[in-house]
């Protein structure tokens, strides 16, 4: 079944300070992926990490993935006003379905 | 070009009536995918077309119809709109084999409001 039934954190920071986001799934997945979603847009896809890799680093994001507790994280770096975005983890079935997971409102104040 | 367009933008409905929101993409993918978003809360799968196959998730089955008349073309049908209707519906499509089979390629969405 899905869990995006989950209501959003909030997280609200200052421009230039780091921040991690958690996720947990519960389906089994071989493939998470961090979606962003900006006011106003449709998600789009940040970063995507496999069940054999423990992080993946693009840019300022960092994934972390944890198969043995089916969590994720992603970090930012050095966060800008215009991180400013909900953001999201998925997990892929089999069938290349995506499943969101929680999602993090995430406001850099400048 | 990576643009999946949704119409309309914005969508006012009467309870009882239907509603049928449209979806297109020219990148020749063969999965297209509707998401239901309600604020504070996480996308959810409503259904998806695996080219000419509709897969709809268990719990929205009776709720939902969708028609794919050609590949870069699908919609989403609701027969009889009630007020728990009223969200942000989300086409994505993606193309299965290839670099970047995973992604998914989401539409700017047309939010829904049953009056």
């Known amino acids: 079944s899905q869990w995006g039934e989950e209501n959003l954190q909030a997280l609200s920071i200052q421009e230039g300070e780091d921040v991690t986001m958690n996720c947990s799934y519960k389906?089994?997945?071989?493939?998470v992926q961090w979606y962003r979603q900006k006011s106003g847009k449709g998600p789009a896809q940040l970063i995507l990490?496999?069940?054999?890799?423990r992080e993946k680093r693009s840019g300022r994001l960092r994934a972390t993935l944890d198969t043995s507790s089916q969590s994720s994280s992603l970090s930012i770096t050095g966060t800008l006003a215009t991180d400013t975005a909900v953001y999201f983890c998925?997990?892929?079935?089999?069938?290349?379905?995506?499943?969101f997971g929680s999602g993090t409102k995430l406001t850099v104040e400048p | 070009d990576t643009t999946v367009k949704q119409n309309p933008r914005y969508k006012l409905a009467r309870v009882g009536k239907p509603v049928n929101l449209i979806c297109s993409q020219t990148?020749?993918?063969?999965?297209m995918y509707w998401y239901q978003k309600k604020p504070n809360q996480a996308p959810k799968l409503l259904l998806f077309y695996y080219d000419k196959i509709l897969n709809r998730e268990a719990d929205t089955f009776e709720k939902f119809q969708s028609s794919r008349p050609n590949n870069s073309f699908c919609s989403l049908y609701i027969g009889s709109a009630g007020l728990e209707y009223s969200a942000m519906y989300l086409c994505?499509?993606?193309?299965?084999?290839?670099?970047?089979?995973?992604?998914?390629?989401f539409g700017s969405g047309t939010r829904l409001t049953v009056l």
């Open positions: 998925a997990s892929m079935s089999n069938y290349n379905v995506l499943y």
């Open positions: 990490i496999r069940s054999n890799e």
């Open positions: 389906t089994y997945t071989t493939v």
């Open positions: 990148m020749n993918h063969d999965t």
């Open positions: 994505a499509s993606s193309r299965t084999g290839g670099v970047f089979a995973e992604t998914l390629y």
